[in-house]
Each structure stands twice: as structure tokens, then as C-alpha cells.
């Protein structure tokens, strides 16, 4: 159904090839996921199965791509539109349309479907995916989670035989990741459609592939079923860093792989963490703060206090709130009172709020304005290199003189965090700051974050559970606006079905996989 065959690519300004020598053949009915670390040339692969590489990047492409036997050469976008469904990075910057209803329906009537048929397919999509409450609400007004199912209902609606979608569960709560890629997988076995999946979050689709397609950064291209391409793949989720640390034979793909690996294998107590100093303390406050929209009512009541040397996750399903909660701790709030170290946002200047709040939202291109990278960074930090050394941290090689806007998700996503942190602020706000980041550079975030958190506190609203096992200390969960549950990160995950990093469904009360190793070494 896909097929790539001696495949080269190089952007107009990189002094490198993205892609090398590809040779692929991706069956039809296949569910086939992308890999490979944030930069590596995942979303430059999957923009070739269309033709938007190199038609809208630039570049030079070299080889042949053909799609159900149409050469993407010879074929425009709209020649393969009937095809192939295609669902980027960011949904938002493809949404052509004002309300969700019409987002649905909008591809069907470029192919000339018929209404009665429209109507029908449009009906189906908001029941597969979930949406139907939100069918008559405009695009901007509904969350990040809920933009990114209706950017794939309408790459669904016209019905393609080949589905690509670039990182589809980014910005999905834990159960709203697994509904879409449910519904992937009945598509995919019910229906023949071939899928083509680039995700970063491998712990939740990786068990689901038929093959995978590893890229190691320098062009070259790997594929094979997916536990021998987990063997030596650059990235990889908990559960196989479990199994290679074990040297387990074959490598778990999934939690009920690794139950049925550990079984019978015993777990010294944890060394207890004793903190003689306390809790720090109080940066931040909230009391009965509310936000509303209209009549909706996003942030009801919320009562919150943040203590220095604190890293605090910010949890709930698409919706609860979580992104209005962050903006309202920098000031847009309606009713209610917020203090960081004594003071109000609202009435703090401009320039200086960025020295007491820092936000990062979940559109990091929000933040950048300026012609390149080096430029961005000097005027985050008046060039003093900071911002700079920041962003080599997170995702090192970034060419300085690069456009903000030719990077990758990720890369792009590393710049903003690294514009924010670069004033070292004593609030620090992400909004979902994982997204198009590997597992490596998570870890380097995670590093950051604690850096920042010990000179203030920071907030991350995030769905990424292993993330949030890895670097928060406690956990806050939204639920239509309001605090449901709060406390440290060791009590809320454990005892949660939804919100439980994949150590704590394998081996129980172990939140990492470096803690889950050093007990069964000391058991």
C-alpha cells in the first residue's frame, strides 16, 4: 500500500540529509509505528506519504513514494486527498473551518460526497471518537485534547484507505488516548485501512503495531515487528527499559507482558525518603479563584497552595480546566485571589512578570517571534547565553540560524520551554510539555525543571503519566473545574486505574524503572 524505494530528502538550508537511501513496503492493513528521537525525521517521513514533503517544506526528495499505486510525484495533494488521511503534529494549524460539525464535514465536500452520505459519516465520527457534545461548539473554544480527536475525525470522514497521523495522542488524557486508538485499531482490522503512526509516547501504542519503523537520527531507516526493532531502538518505553535491564527474553511490549515476566520476582522495601527540612515554603496561593467563559465555567472555587522546592503535576481528562487553571495563576482570573511571593500577577508589569511567572502553552509557536533560533534565545536572555545552554540540553544540535518555525514539534517545543526558563522564574506554568519530546530529552526537561523548582515552584499540566512519575513530587487531578484529589505523587498514582505509570501496574508500589531495578538487585 506504501512504498518508499531509494528515498532521500534534504531541507533547502540543512547541510544534511533528514532521510537516506529509505526502502519501505508498508502492506495494506498494516498498523505501522514511526520511532525515533524528536528531530530524528519522523513527521519529514510521514509528510512524504502525501506529498507535502516536499511540496509545502521545501527541500529536495529524491527516490520514489507511491500510494496505493499513485506516485506522489506525479499526483497532487488533492489527487491523493481520497487516499490518504493526514493528521499533523499540531491539529489547530490545519482546522479550515469555525465549528466542529463543519471541520467533520469540510474534506467530504472538496470530494463531492453526497449530503445524505456526509451526514451519515459525520454522525459516525462524533460517536467513534467521542465528540458529539461538543459537535456544535467552535474550534477555538474547545481544549487541546478535543481539537486533536476532531483533526482526526476529519481526516477519518472521507474515508481513506491510509491513515498517517503525527504524534494523535499527544495532548489526549490516558482513557481518551486509548478510545482513539481503539478506534484506530477497528479501522485497521475491520476496514483494511493502513495506518502510518509517529508517537513519542511508545508505552501506549507500541504493543498495537504490526511493524515499526526506527529512524537513529542520521538519515538511515530501519523496519521489522516491533520487539526486535525495541532490542536496539534509540527509544523505548518503561517496560522494555525494564526488560533490557533484566535481559528478559523475548522483550515485553506491553503491561501484561511484563506481569507475566515478573512474575515471581521479589521487591526489597524502598529506602524510605526522609525530607528534614519540610515542606518549603508557600510560593504560591489561590483562594476560591474561578474563571468563566461566558456561561461556561472552567475554574470553579479552586483553593492552592504551591511550596518552594516543589514540582506539582496538574492531571484530569481533556476539558477539566487544567490549561484555564495555568493562565489564571499568571493573572487571568475573574474572581477569586492569587499571591506569587505576595504578589497579584494582574498588577505586576509586563516585563517584569516574566521574572515571577513563566508560562509555556500548549502552542509553543505563541512564544516566538523572532527571525531564528539564536535570535529567539538573545532575546530571551539579553545574550548571555543561557537560554541557549538550556536549549542544549533538552535537544541538542538545533542549527542556531534555523527558523523557529522549520523545526520539528519538538525541537520547537524545547526552544519555548528554554525562552521561559531563561528568566528563572519563581512560578514556573507548562502546559502539556512533553509533546514531540523523546524520552531523553523528558529527562533532561524533567533536570531543568528541578533546577527551576528549587529556587521557586513550578506547575506542569500534563497527561504524560510516566512523566509525571519520573519528576513530580505531588499531584493535583481537575475535574470540570474543580480539585477532586490532591496529595504527594507516590499516593495519587498508585491507587489510580488512569493515572498509574506502567512500574506500578507491573510490580505495584514502583514508580520508575531505575527504582524498580535497584529493589530487585537489592531483593
Known amino acids: 500500500m506504501i512504498r518508499f524505494e531509494e528515498v532521500g530528502f534534504r531541507y ?3 547541510d544534511h540529509d533528514v532521510l537516506t537511501d529509505v526502502n519501505l513496503e508498508i502492506p495494506e492493513g498494516d498498523m505501522c509505528l514511526v520511532v525515533g528521537g524528536t528531530g530524528s525525521g519522523k513527521s519529514t517521513l510521514l509528510g512524504a506519504v502525501n506529498g507535502l514533503v516536499p511540496r509545502f517544506t521545501g527541500g529536495t526528495l529524491s527516490g520514489v513514494v507511491t500510494v496505493d499505486g499513485r506516485s506522489t510525484a506525479d499526483h497532487r495533494l488533492r489527487e491523493l486527498a481520497d487516499v490518504v488521511g493526514y493528521v499533523p503534529q499540531n491539529p489547530a494549524r490545519s482546522f479550515v473551518s469555525e465549528t466542529v460539525e463543519d471541520e467533520l464535514a469540510y474534506g467530504m465536500e472538496q470530494l463531492g460526497v453526497a449530503p445524505q452520505v456526509m451526514r451519515k459519516r459525520v454522525e459516525e465520527i462524533l460517536d467513534l471518537l467521542g465528540i458529539v457534545r461538543i459537535r456544535s461548539r467552535s474550534l477555538e473554544s474547545i481544549s487541546g485534547g478535543e481539537q486533536q480527536r476532531v483533526a482526526i475525525g476529519a481526516a477519518l470522514a472521507s474515508g481513506p484507505r491510509v491513515l498517517v497521523l503525527d504524534e494523535p495522542t499527544s495532548a489526549l488524557d490516558p482513557l481518551g488516548a486509548e478510545e482513539v486508538l481503539a478506534s484506530v485499531l477497528r479501522l485497521v482490522h475491520d476496514l483494511g485501512v493502513t495506518a502510518m503512526i509517529s508517537e513519542h509516547r511508545l508505552e501506549r501504542i507500541v504493543d498495537y503495531a504490526d511493524s515499526a519503523v526506527v529512524l537513529d537520527g542520521t538519515g538511515r531507516v530501519l523496519m521489522g515487528p516491533p520487539a526486535e526493532m525495541m532490542v536496539t531502538s534509540p527509544v523505548a518505553p518503561p517496560v522494555v527499559e525494564l526488560g533490557r535491564a533484566l535481559d528478559w527474553q523475548p522483550l515485553p511490549l506491553s503491561v501484561r507482558d511484563g506481569r507475566r515476566m515478573a512474575a515471581g520476582i521479589t521487591l526489597a522495601e524502598p529506602v524510605p ?16 479563584l474561578r474563571v468563566r467563559y461566558g456561561k461556561k465555567v472552567a475554574i470553579d472555587g479552586v483553593d492552592l497552595d504551591l511550596c518552594a522546592g516543589s514540582v506539582t503535576a496538574l492531571m484530569g481528562r481533556n476539558g477539566s480546566g487544567k490549561s484555564s487553571l495555568l493562565w489564571a495563576l499568571q493573572g487571568y482570573y475573574q474572581e477569586g485571589e492569587v499571591s506569587v511571593d505576595g504578589q497579584d500577577p494582574r498588577r505586576v508589569p509586563a516585563e517584569e512578570r516574566r521574572h515571577l511567572v513563566g508560562l509555556v502553552p500548549q502552542d509553543p509557536a505563541d512564544l516566538l517571534f523572532a527571525p531564528t533560533v539564536a535570535a529567539e534565545c538573545d532575546l530571551a536572555d539579553g545574550g548571555d547565553g543561557r537560554c541557549r545552554r538550556l536549549l542544549d540540553r533538552m535537544s541538542p544540535g538545533i542549527d542556531q540560524q534555523r527558523a523557529p518555525y522549520d523545526l520539528s514539534e519538538g525541537q ?66 481537575l475535574a470540570q473545574g474543580e480539585i477532586v484529589a490532591s496529595g504527594p505523587t507516590s499516593e495519587i498514582v498508585t491507587t489510580s486505574d488512569v493515572f498509574a505509570p506502567q512500574m506500578v501496574k507491573i510490580l505495584g508500589s514502583t514508580l520508575t524503572v531505575g527504582a524498580a531495578v535497584e529493589r530487585i538487585a537489592a531483593s
Open 412 to 477: 520547537r517545543l524545547a526552544l519555548a520551554i528554554s525562552v521561559q526558563l531563561s528568566t528563572a522564574p519563581r512560578l514556573m506554568l507548562l502546559d502539556e510539555p512533553t509533546r514531540g519530546l523523546d524520552y531523553g530529552a523528558k529527562r533532561h526537561l524533567g533536570e531543568l525543571l528541578a533546577e527551576i523548582a528549587a529556587e521557586g515552584t513550578v506547575l506542569v499540566a500534563t497527561h504524560d503519566v510516566e512523566f509525571v512519575a519520573e519528576v513530580a513530587e505531588e499531584v493535583v487531578i
Open 12 to 14: 533547502a538550508d540543512g
Open 273 to 288: 525518603v526522609i525530607d528534614r527540612n519540610g515542606p518549603g515554603d508557600v510560593v504560591v496561593s489561590a483562594v476560591d
